[in-house]
């Protein structure tokens, strides 16, 4: 993808009045004076993590998931090597059992290797759900910890059946194995699972959530687990550069986005379950996986991406509609295109994007 296809792209998605992307978006100054509206409630910011400001929050995110204590944090690539790191410790042990789809693994630059000392020991297929039948075929006896991401991004969003996915953890259990989940998008699951996030947190030894992909907050991740686990975890937050001297920028706006988004995300996987087929029954268009399970799937598209990105900014210039994003990668000659449902995507009916998908696809 060359930068002036690119550049174009993203100019005409700025202008779009309609996007199948997300939120609605604003400007940063637009976002800046929210939060400053919203930092009139507070005492005083935060302090290396001190004070009620962030400390009520780490309490707030602990209880929706269930556990004793939580961090927040800078990011999700300090959040999840940090716990693995923990529980390598704890069991004197190195090697983490993950997907071969793991963040980790694609987008980290193996820094769980290269930085945190940790060994990785890829299990399942790539294409696939990781499974209770994946672990039992494991010797478990170097594993430290595993790692669940729920939903699975790198397929579209797939999450295994909660009577496996406690499958897994049993057999984790029975082994002196800890339970990590990556919790990127973890706020998709209730409505899959129709269980809360605290009877889904309860699964695990540790649980990473992001504060900006569907909440909509600048930046930010929160860490859980017990008192124990989380006390470590602030002495390697301190080593590893993450306690900031002030974090109250991202905790306003996670607190921000909590209010404008938490409670729509059920409708947005209710939305997508409808949303999905009626895609796939556009020509030239497979939807991963078939039935989505998460408030996000994958496009797979029969045009090369060059072609796809010129079609869909011709169409949102002369529309002013956004209906695919930019691929995000190409398997079998086809372009693969995620779309993440959010209030933006809600603002029209499921058979709105079909059509103009279908009239977009047409130009190209």
């Not at 930068?3 to 998605?13: L, N, S």
């Not at 961090?71 to 410790?89: W, Y």
Request: charged share 20%.
């Amino acid at each position: 993808m060359t930068d002036p296809i690119r550049q174009a792209y993203q100019e005409a998605a700025r202008h779009a009045h309609s996007s199948i992307l997300r939120h609605p978006p604003e400007s940063m100054a637009t976002t800046l004076r929210r939060l400053a509206d919203r930092a009139e409630a507070a005492d005083a910011p935060d302090y290396y993590g001190t004070g009620s400001l962030i400390e009520d929050f780490e309490a707030r995110v602990a209880a929706m998931l269930g556990k004793p204590a939580a961090l927040f944090l800078p990011s999700g690539t300090l959040a999840q090597p940090m716990a693995l790191k923990i529980h390598a410790g704890n069991r004197t042990k190195q090697v983490i059992g993950m997907h071969p789809t793991s963040h980790m693994v694609l987008h980290e630059q193996n820094g769980y290797q290269h930085l945190w000392g940790l060994e990785g020991r890829l299990i399942g297929n790539k294409q696939q759900v990781l499974s209770h039948d994946d672990l039992r075929r494991q010797p478990p006896e170097e594993l430290a910890a595993i790692v669940l991401e729920l939903p699975m991004r790198e397929i579209g969003g797939q999450l295994p059946a909660w009577d496996d996915l406690q499958a897994q953890v049993n057999w984790a259990r029975q082994h002196n194995i800890a339970v990590h989940i990556d919790g990127a998008r973890l706020w998709h699951c209730p409505a899959y699972y129709q269980r809360s996030l605290a009877e889904i947190g309860a699964l695990a030894d540790s649980v990473y959530v992001s504060l900006y992909k569907d909440i909509g907050g600048i930046a930010g991740a929160v860490l859980a687990g017990d008192a124990g686990f989380i006390d470590k975890a602030r002495i390697w937050n301190r080593r590893a550069g993450g306690n900031l001297i002030s974090l109250y920028p991202y905790i306003l706006a996670a607190g921000q986005g909590f209010a404008d988004n938490l409670a729509s995300i059920d409708q947005a996987v209710e939305y997508t379950r409808r949303l999905g087929p009626l895609l796939a029954n556009v020509a030239d268009v497979r939807v991963n996986p078939e039935l989505p399970q998460a408030a996000m799937f994958h496009l797979h598209i029969n045009r090369e991406p060059q072609v796809l990105v010129q079609a869909a900014t011709g169409y949102a210039q002369q529309h002013g509609i956004v209906v695919l994003p930019i691929p995000r990668a190409t398997e079998k000659g086809r372009s693969v295109c995620e779309i993440s449902v959010g209030r933006r995507t809600m603002e029209h009916p499921p058979e709105f994007w079909q059509q103009h998908l279908r009239d977009c696809l047409a130009t190209s």
